[in-house]
């Protein structure tokens, strides 16, 4: 790719590390860096950079025009939900997530909690406060769901609202009681498949993985595996996951969903695939991302707001 379309990477406020290495770009627009309030560091390495932005302080690496330091930008207040985005309850019983603020408000905030149909999930309490000494201290919500429910695998809405701020959702799925563990574990990709059972203690069977087991791991290594295609819903249910490790593989393409539900992600490595594009919403609700290795990608284009 020669270029960075406008708007790339709207929405990733908390991203601190950008490497997009070994690349063919030529040119940044003057703007690209607005929005990435905490970005302090991009490696542009091997690039043939002719002309850099100027809206954001940069301090160029002694002897390369190629690799910047970033100051950081200003802080501002959003809704992060620090554990669940999806949530699998029981009917006749209840579950658990947590919501903090991603930076320090202007001032004393409050979160709404709305269930969409309060006749198949209700939620407790309804308004969250937060102020400045605890707006970093995750806030517990119960979601609650009656007993006599017509049918389950019905799916409610959760929606938590603040002023000044994109809304965020938590996707409830109601599962008879008796529902113990989570489904298609083992339609994964066999390599994903392995991977979940090798860190799951006391587990061989890819059928008893539970969707606890899933919640607890936090780090996947599928670097070096030879994975040349992933599919939709390989990484469901990995509320926790923060690393993500893809690199070294013979990945040319990305199901569009295939990041969707890892609130927790911090760090992504996809470097060193044969990618020669990317879905547009391939990175959409990763708020929480901190580092994104792109190099070595043969990358050709990005669509417009791909990090939207």
Same mark, same amino acid.
């Given at each position: 790719?020669?270029? /960075? *379309?406008?708007?790339? +990477?709207?929405? =990733?406020?908390? /991203?601190?590390?950008?490497?997009?290495?070994?690349?063919? =770009?030529?040119?940044?627009? $003057? @703007?690209?860096?607005?929005? =990435?309030?905490?970005?302090?560091?991009?490696?542009?390495?091997?690039?043939?950079?002719?002309?850099?932005?100027?809206?954001?302080?940069?301090?160029? $690496?002694?002897? !390369?025009? $190629? #690799?910047?330091?970033?100051? *950081?930008?200003?802080?501002?207040?959003?809704?992060?939900?620090?554990?669940?985005?999806?949530?699998?309850?029981?009917?006749?019983?209840?579950?658990? +997530?947590? #919501?903090? =603020?991603?930076?320090?408000?202007?001032? @004393?905030?409050?979160?709404?909690?709305?269930?969409?149909? @309060?006749?198949? $999930?209700?939620?407790?309490?309804?308004?969250?406060? +937060?102020?400045?000494?605890?707006?970093?201290?995750?806030?517990? #919500?119960?979601? !609650?769901?009656?007993?006599?429910?017509?049918n389950a695998h019905e799916s409610v809405t959760v929606t938590l609202s603040m002023d000044g701020t994109d809304p965020r959702e938590v996707r409830i799925t109601v599962v008879d009681a008796e529902v113990a563990s989570i489904t298609g574990v083992c339609d994964r990709t066999q390599q994903v498949q392995d991977e979940i059972v090798r860190q799951t203690p006391g587990i061989s069977d890819c059928a008893d993985i539970t969707l606890a087991h899933l919640e607890a791991i936090t780090s996947l290594d599928l670097s070096d595996k030879g994975i040349s295609a992933l599919q939709s819903g390989d990484f469901a249910g990995f509320a926790s996951l923060r690393e993500l490790d893809l690199s070294d593989n013979r990945l040319e393409t990305l199901p569009e969903d295939i990041f969707h539900g890892l609130v927790d992600l911090q760090w992504l490595y996809l470097y060193d695939n044969h990618l020669a594009s990317s879905p547009v919403d391939i990175f959409d609700g990763l708020a929480n991302l901190e580092e994104l290795y792109l190099d070595r990608r043969h990358l050709e284009t990005l669509p417009p707001n791909v990090f939207h």
């Open positions: 790719m020669t270029s /960075l *379309p406008e708007g790339i +990477f709207d929405g =990733l406020s908390n /991203l601190q590390y950008l490497y997009l290495d070994r690349n063919q =770009l030529e040119k940044l627009s $003057a @703007d690209i860096f607005t929005g =990435l309030a905490n970005l302090w560091f991009i490696d542009f390495r091997d690039n043939p950079i002719s002309v850099l932005p100027s809206d954001r302080e940069i301090t160029v $690496a002694s002897g !390369s025009s $190629a #690799v910047w330091m970033l100051s *950081p930008g200003e802080m501002y207040s959003e809704i992060l939900l620090s554990e669940h985005r999806l949530l699998q309850v029981a009917k006749g019983g209840s579950a658990q +997530f947590k #919501v903090r =603020l991603l930076n320090h408000p202007p001032g @004393d905030a409050e979160v709404r909690v709305q269930s969409d149909d @309060d006749s198949k $999930a209700t939620v407790s309490p309804e308004i969250l406060h +937060f102020g400045s000494r605890d707006w970093d201290t995750g806030k517990t #919500v119960t979601v !609650s769901v009656p007993q006599d429910v017509d």
